[in-house]
């Protein structure tokens, strides 16, 4: 029976903070923008507008979530990362609000009905990267951390049944669209919480010197058992 | 908690587990790793103070002229620690645990001087020779250029390897302080390395690390100095 989404969630949550405890560098908040002028000018003055309407003091993340900005969402854009973390903000996490839509034309579309584990995970979790290193837990970069695509992007790779979890990495986990389940037949949101006992790091699984302080550290805040 | 880090130190990994620590950054102060943390920078500065013990009488032998302006070695006694966490409150913060624990075994050492082979007066060749100023007086130095401790600023603790040839040259090495990393960079130093690389370069080199890559090295001098000298 797979996991309930919640605990995958709490997991993930739980690895992100420990990772971050132990100085994990994640590449997604490494990673140094090109601004975007156009954007900039008119963020600024939605936001000026939104503070005019609601009042001065109106918060950077309320004046985000104003109906008046839904463009953001609607143009699917990311915000510079000084937003994070604001949903369209760049991140190790993000998810999306509009995934129940997105998903329900991915099916209207291609005749597919997406599995609940799958459905469940880009609705509550969204898009992750883990990707980083740290001294013991990920020395230069020594394995491919957890790392899945927003829903949009995993479609856009769709073939026959088979979704890449994230396109841009030719050996990325590929899933059943109907079953939920990945090429050696473990369930998707499984397969996630299993590399999550990793610390997102599953290549650990497969060699004999793993960083057990690190690893333990980071499974002292994980739900279930393994 | 096992001391993973000073037993792979112990084993000969000296130079990559302080690569590891310094990438911690503050980290290292976690309790995950402090007491390994601090059990290697007080391996390595003990092993700083035997290579400094040896290297003073070695080079009085080689009839080295100090130039006198600070003592040649002022071992850190038994008060140095606390001491140490008394200018730590001063300052509103940590020491880097590389410079700590060097004030804490080994002291302030000033090896500036004249040789005619390894450091001549006038010479086209400087070999850097080691110095780590009192803590103390490098505070009371930066005090002047500050406004006021406490707050981030540079702790001078030796001049630069031209102004040590008595020659003018850049600012003076420094550490930025407090700092609760592990190790931090010495500053204004040409090859930007830490101060355990420093040091380490420095004992490689008996104590004139400028020599490093120059074939004209004094060979019988350096060789002498750095016999039976311990690894950082």
């Known amino acids: 029976m797979p996991l309930a989404i919640s605990t995958v969630r709490h ?21 140094s923008e090109k601004a975007d002028w156009a ?68 099916e209207t579309q291609t005749g597919l009905r997406v599995h609940k584990s799958l459905r469940e995970w880009f609705v509550q979790c969204g898009a992750v990267d883990l990707s980083g290193s740290q001294p013991f837990l990920n020395p230069e970069h020594r394995f491919q951390a957890l790392r899945i695509a927003p829903f949009e992007a995993c479609a856009a790779g769709l073939s026959g049944s088979l979704l890449p979890l994230f396109p841009a990495d030719p050996g990325c986990w590929k899933v059943d669209v109907a079953t939920g389940a990945l090429e050696d037949g473990r369930d998707v949101l499984d397969a996630v919480d299993q590399s999550l006992w990793w610390a997102g790091l599953a290549g650990w699984a497969q060699v004999g010197d793993a960083p057990e302080r690190e690893l333990a550290f980071v499974r002292r805040k994980l739900e279930g058992v393994k | 908690m096992a001391n993973l880090l000073l037993a792979r130190y112990l084993s000969g990994e000296s130079a990559s587990v302080w690569r590891d620590l310094a990438a911690l950054g503050p980290v290292a102060r976690m309790e995950l790793y402090y007491a390994d943390a601090v059990a290697v920078a007080s391996e390595t500065m003990k092993r700083a103070r035997h290579n400094v013990e040896l290297i003073v009488p070695r080079l009085e032998t080689l009839g080295y002229e100090f130039n006198g302006y600070s003592p040649v070695f002022e071992p850190a006694d038994a008060s140095a620690a606390e001491n140490l966490d008394e200018f730590e409150r001063e300052i509103g913060g940590p020491l880097p645990l590389s410079l700590r624990y060097w004030y804490q075994h080994v002291g302030s050492v000033n090896w500036m001087g004249w040789h005619e082979a390894l450091n001549p007066k006038n010479g086209p060749y400087c070999g850097d020779p080691l110095v780590i100023g009192p803590y103390r007086q490098a505070a009371e130095e930066a005090e002047k250029w500050c406004d006021g401790l406490p707050g981030a600023f540079d702790l001078w603790i030796a001049p630069d390897a031209l102004h040590k040839n008595n020659t003018s040259g850049g600012s003076p090495y420094a550490m930025r302080i407090p700092d609760p990393s592990a190790d931090a960079g010495l500053l204004y130093e040409w090859s930007t390395d830490t101060l355990v690389s420093y040091l380490r370069r420095s004992f490689e080199w008996g104590g004139f690390p400028e020599w490093k890559g120059n074939s004209a090295y004094p060979t019988k001098e350096i060789d002498y100095l750095k016999e039976g000298l311990l690894a950082l």
Do not use: C, M
């Open chain 1, 11 to 31: 997991n993930l949550d739980a690895v992100i903070e420990q990772l971050t405890a132990l100085g994990y560098k994640f590449d997604a908040l490494n990673v």
């Open chain 1, 39 to 106: 954007l900039e000018v008119r963020l600024d003055h939605a936001i000026a507008f939104v503070r005019e309407k609601r009042g001065k003091k109106t918060s950077l993340q309320t004046a985000l979530n104003d109906p008046d900005l839904s463009w953001i969402a609607e143009e699917n854009i990311i915000l510079p990362q000084r937003f994070y973390p604001h949903p369209q903000a760049p991140g190790i996490l993000r998810r999306d609000p509009k995934a129940p839509a997105k998903i329900k034309a991915f």
